[in-house]
T-cell receptor, first 115, second 113 residues
Framework: GAVVSQHPSWVICKSGTSVKIECRSL??????MFWYRQFPKQSLMLMAT?????????EQGVEKDKFLINHASLTLSTLTVTSAHPEDSSFYIC???????????FGPGTRLTVL | GENVEQHPSTLSVQEGDSAVIKCTYS??????FPWYKQELGKRPQLIID?????GEKKDQRIAVTLNKTAKHFSLHITETQPEDSAVYFC????????????FGPGTRLSVLP
């Protein structure tokens, strides 16, 4: 199947700093990318959907000014957690969808720990 | 919007036995139902999917059944092995509209040797 990478795989930062997470589709063009958040032993909660070249669509309750999403190309989307706080600590996973509308390929995830 | 429920939340079976996980969905427009397996600390991996024009699909030891009228679908794993131990998520979405998946809360399957 298609390959999606995420970087970094884990990050520890101080409260108040910003963290950028990259999601790349390595061997296909991702017209849509999704960002999920997953707390321990819980399900995947969709944060936002991003289409290349347009603004992201955020799910209810997700602060767009805190979680900045940029989908500048068909192979790259970034999620920036601004002014991170300990409650933002979580596992962030992206997924990408290409030509076949219903296939989503997940990245390996990024574990964010905010001290 | 769509709401997906999943049961049980945890399931323990003896190696070689079968495991069944059930999901229900609320939006009758949903017509695509994938199942993902997630091992600890790893990404979800698609293991099987089914579309609403099919009632059952099988791939070796894994099968999925769909009841559109009742709006529920189930994952069946036969001859379970220790490596089947993981968290399984069902999801529902609307094909052709490119909509996102709505995931169930997950089932933690433990296969005991």
């Amino acid at each position: 199947g298609a390959v999606v990478s995420q970087h970094p795989s884990w990050v520890i930062c101080k409260s108040g700093t910003s963290v950028k997470i990259e999601c790349r589709s390595l061997d296909f063009q991702a017209t849509t990318m999704f960002w999920y958040r997953q707390f321990p032993k819980q399900s995947l909660m969709l944060m936002a959907t991003s289409n290349e070249g347009s603004k992201a669509t955020y799910e209810q309750g997700v602060e767009k000014d805190k979680f900045l999403i940029n989908h500048a190309s068909l192979t790259l989307s970034t999620l920036t957690v601004t002014s991170a706080h300990p409650e933002d600590s979580s596992f962030y996973i992206c997924s990408a969808r290409g030509d076949r509308v219903n296939e989503q390929f997940f990245g390996p995830g990024t574990r964010l720990t905010v001290l | 919007g769509e709401n997906v429920e999943q049961h049980p939340s945890t399931l323990s079976v003896q190696e070689g036995d079968s495991a069944v996980i059930k999901c229900t969905y609320s939006d009758s427009a949903s017509n695509y139902f994938p199942w993902y397996k997630q091992e600890l600390g790893k990404r979800p991996q698609l293991i099987i999917d089914i579309r609403s024009n099919v009632g059952e699909k099988k791939d070796q030891r894994i099968a999925v059944t769909l009841n559109k009228t009742a709006k529920h679908f189930s994952l069946h794993i036969t001859e379970t092995q220790p490596e089947d131990s993981a968290v399984y998520f069902c999801a529902a979405s609307i094909q052709n509209y490119g909509q996102n998946f709505v995931f169930g809360p997950g089932t933690r399957l433990s296969v005991l040797p």
